[in-house]
């Protein structure tokens, strides 16, 4: 069986390799309002590079490549999962 990997999603998801900030805001920020998201994306404290296209422009949208994402999701989750690993191990772990 094939299984989707999280470049593939993200692309089924957002159809384009360069994603608006704004459309992954809405889906995996939506606890940031858009101002602190654009302020984040400004001092580059995500994740991921985000980018405008018009560099010139204080206005344009601010872009995602969308492996770069997709390495972020995938990382974040790894760290988390095996710091869920490691909390059931030792909750399970017998009692001297």
Same mark, same amino acid.
């Given at each position: 069986?094939?299984?989707?990997?999280?470049?593939?999603?993200?692309?089924?998801?957002?159809?384009?390799? #360069?994603?608006?900030?704004?459309?992954?805001?809405?889906?995996?920020?939506?606890?940031?309002?858009?101002?602190?998201?654009?302020?984040?994306?400004?001092?580059?404290?995500?994740?991921?590079?985000?980018?405008?296209?018009?560099?010139?422009?204080?206005?344009?949208?601010?872009?995602?490549?969308? #492996?770069?994402?997709?390495?972020?999701?995938?990382?974040?989750?790894?760290?988390?999962?095996?710091?869920?690993?490691?909390?059931?191990?030792?909750?399970?772990?017998?009692?001297?």
């Amino acid at each position: 069986m094939n299984h989707l990997n999280t470049i593939d999603y993200l692309f089924l998801q957002f159809r384009s390799i #360069h994603i608006k900030l704004e459309d992954i805001r809405t889906v995996y920020y939506s606890h940031l309002c858009p101002e602190k998201m654009k302020e984040k994306a400004r001092q580059q404290q995500l994740p991921f590079t985000c980018f405008r296209i018009d560099e010139g422009s204080q206005k344009g949208h601010f872009f995602v490549e969308i #492996h770069e994402l997709a390495r972020a999701i995938d990382e974040i989750y790894l760290k988390n999962h095996q710091s869920f690993k490691s909390a059931v191990q030792k909750s399970t772990k017998p009692k001297e």
